[in-house]
């Protein structure tokens, strides 16, 4: 029962009254048919549900672990966070800040800032659990947006510390990162440029146009975890400030890096690149890049997402060659080494399903693109998660800890690289197609976000273009293994068996090497009208793909692992049937070995035995022997001498008696003489014996004090 209320709210959050609220005001309007990009409208701190409703302009909230409670009126309630100032744009992305207090609004038009208001109460809801509240809404560079109606805003993210001021980097179209502050939104606290050419001031709209032809346009930027500052930025932030990377991504695949840091203001160095990249390829790595992330662990991963469905994973490492270093111009720490970005795999997304076609379709299924978003799993830094018009990818980097441990070792490890060289490459699960065929109406995601609580379990919640809310587990299977427990560490006097030292996997992880899906069947859902049927030519391609798939996928595997458990069933049991008669031989070796141990015992007896007697008679012989010799021997010399020594001392002795009794006879004469004088009576009269009894009595009294002042003395010292 503990578990099943645990789950409670994976039923009750699909059917929650904020989605039936949203999908009536859907069903009444006309949809619109057009090309969408994916969104993301849902975040979720602690255990609140945000969903930012973009007509109404206001927030809906509900709290996860009510959802579990018994209590059914808890079950259906959520809080509508209104802004005062509502933004003028549509809202495609919500970000929460890293101190958790702002979130930020934004669309391609403009950004808005919405202040979290203040908890209290038993359950610590949003100003003690009041259904409708107001919320401060800060416009930021709302008048850049308004003077300049051809520039866009490309991408917008929060700056990473969590004790500074909070500041907004903003990517424009104009191929500049503007940062703002909430304090004076409406001016940018920093200006980066970050144009490939020279000139660093705004370029023209035609030499704008030109340098997106060849694709020397910003299109995503990504901050990395802190770092050693460069020399340029040392100067002007204190040590105690942490400084953070930003690598900036354009569309032709080339990579920029710049410092920020927050000292006396913010603070960012010239973008310095583009970053080499090994080894190097012919196209760059592609012209179409559209998304990146850094991932927090070390070494730095850097994802490169590109708009066909191709994610290039990049191991970043300080550059070792002088004269790659030194063709990075624009670096501006000095001679600071540039780092390197080595691509350690590409990965290649299946963003519709690939079915069986005719020969004129397939020119057509593979000229299929769409921006692709990237996001950090907050609960595995060996993961994150792909969103994009056809659905939801999840990417685990399995092999990044054998990396780590290579990275660590100090000197060269040829096993451990031959082994990070034949490792499996990562895990791409497809968990969601919204298009499953080019033909397919488009419906991109509207809310995508990770559930941190782990009181919750670990959860993914995916809300689809017709607000439906899809949960799925988070895969176990990505997650580092777990360190070994003490009991399973073998002590010092264990002993284990050498070959099992030689075998570095058990059956088990190769059961599971075989049972690994390169693809799998993801959740398919229908866009467009619920009550038309699909076409059935789709339908048949869609069966004939999930067909061949679980056939693929599941069934021929599931049968090699089935033929390897046979073969090692069948290796087992010849084994044992070997071990078996080995234990029978071995049995009656030590019922023969017990045999002869116990005549040996009884040999052994009898020869001590034998022993014995035969010492006894020596000695006797000896004896006689040594008795029956004229001249005496040493031991009998130093006997006699020893008597004879006896018996002068015996005599002394003697001497010494008869004088202690002749003194003893004179002093008993002595003795009898005063006895005879003593029996004499004394006659006393009475005031002498008075005084002698006063006196006894004085001495009496002392006595009794000393004594009693002894045993004081003997109680204070414990004696």
């Not at 039936?20 to 990009?37: A, H, M, N, Y």
């Not at 309630?77 to 800040?97: A, D, E, H």
């Not at 290796?571 to 078996?580: M, R, Y």
Request: glycine share 6%; with cysteine; hydrophobic share 35%.
């Amino acid at each position: 029962m503990a578990a099943f209320g645990a789950d409670r709210w994976l039923n009750d959050l699909p059917n929650h009254a904020i989605f039936q609220k949203i999908r009536e005001r859907l069903d009444s309007e006309c949809g619109t048919s057009g090309r969408e990009k994916a969104k993301n409208l849902t975040f979720c701190l602690g255990g609140d549900f945000f969903l930012w409703d973009d007509p109404e302009g206001v927030f809906y909230t509900t709290n996860l672990r009510q959802l579990n409670s018994a209590q059914p009126e808890s079950s259906g309630k959520y809080q509508t966070l209104q802004c005062i100032n509502p933004p003028l744009f549509p809202v495609c992305q919500v970000l929460l800040s890293p101190t958790q207090h702002h979130v930020a609004l934004v669309g391609l038009r403009g950004v808005s800032v919405l202040e979290l208001p203040q908890r209290w109460g038993k359950r610590s809801e949003f100003e003690g659990g009041r259904d409708t509240i107001n919320c401060k809404t800060i416009p930021v560079a709302e008048r850049f947006f308004t003077s300049s109606p051809s520039v866009s805003l490309r991408q917008a993210a929060w700056y990473p510390s969590e004790t500074d001021e909070p500041h907004l980097a903003l990517l424009t179209s104009d191929n500049t990162i503007r940062f703002y502050g909430l304090k004076l939104p409406h001016t940018p606290a920093k200006v980066l440029p970050v144009s490939q050419s020279e000139d660093e001031s705004s370029l023209h709209p035609p030499a704008r146009s030109y340098a997106a032809s060849l694709g020397e346009i910003a299109v995503a930027f990504d901050f990395g975890p802190a770092c050693c500052p460069p020399r340029r930025l040392a100067a002007q932030c204190a040590k105690d400030r942490p400084v953070y990377p930003l690598y900036v991504l354009y569309e032709n695949g080339e990579t920029y890096v710049s410092y920020t840091g927050q000292a006396n203001g913010l603070c960012a160095t010239r973008p310095a690149g583009p970053l080499p990249m090994y080894p190097a390829a012919e196209d760059n790595y592609g012209y179409d890049a559209c998304a990146v992330l850094c991932l927090p662990c070390a070494p730095c991963i850097l994802v490169i997402a590109t708009e066909s469905g191709t994610l290039y994973h990049c191991v970043v490492l300080e550059s070792e060659e002088e004269e790659e270093a030194g063709a990075v111009e624009t670096w501006s720490g000095g001679a600071q080494a540039a780092p390197a970005l080595y691509v350690f795999e590409c990965v290649e997304l299946e963003l519709t399903l690939k079915v069986a076609a005719a020969e004129e379709d397939d020119a057509q299924e593979l000229d299929f693109t769409c921006p692709v978003r990237l996001h950090r799993d907050p609960l595995c830094q060996q993961r994150y998660h792909c969103t994009h018009e056809a659905g939801v990818h999840s990417v685990g980097l399995i092999w990044l800890h054998k990396l780590q441990r290579f990275l660590r070792s100090n000197e060269e490890d040829k096993d451990g690289l031959q082994e990070l060289a034949a490792e499996k490459r990562c895990i791409v699960e497809h968990i969601l197609c919204t298009r499953p065929l080019l033909s397919s109406q488009s419906a991109p995601v509207r809310g995508f976000l990770i559930v941190s609580d782990l009181s919750l379990g670990a959860t993914m919640v995916c809300v689809t273009a017709s607000y439906e809310c899809v949960m799925l587990p988070l895969l176990s299977s990505i997650r580092p293994p777990s360190p070994p427990l003490l009991c399973s560490e073998p002590g010092p006097g264990s002993a284990s068996s050498p070959l099992r030292g030689l075998a570095s996997d058990s059956f088990e992880q190769h059961i599971r090497r075989v049972l690994t899906r390169s693809s799998n069947n993801p959740v398919v859902l229908k866009a467009g009208d619920k009550e038309a049927s699909p076409p059935p030519a789709e339908c048949l391609q869609l069966l004939s793909r999930a067909t061949q798939v679980f056939r693929e996928e599941y069934i021929m595997k599931q049968d090699m692992a089935r033929e390897e458990i046979q073969r090692r069933v069948k290796l087992l049991t010849g084994q044992k049937a070997k071990q078996v008669e080995e234990l029978a031989l071995c049995r009656e070796e030590k019922k023969s070995l017990t045999e002869a141990a116990e005549r040996l015992a009884d040999k052994y007896e009898d020869a001590k035995y034998r022993q014995e007697t035969l010492m006894n008679r020596v000695k006797k012989v000896l004896c006689s022997l040594q008795s029956q010799l004229p001249v005496l021997s040493n031991s009998e010399k130093d006997m006699k001498k020893e008597l004879q020594s006896i018996g002068e001392q015996l005599k002394n002795l003697d001497n010494c008696i008869r004088q202690v009794n002749m003194k003893m006879a004179y002093q008993r004469k002595q003795v009898d003489k005063d006895t005879s004088a003593s029996r004499a009576p004394v006659p006393l009269n009475a005031q002498h014996k008075k005084v002698v009894q006063d006196v006894l009595r004085e001495q009496g009294q002392q006595i009794g004090d000393m004594m009693k002042q002894i045993k004081d003395i003997k109680s204070h010292f414990s004696f």
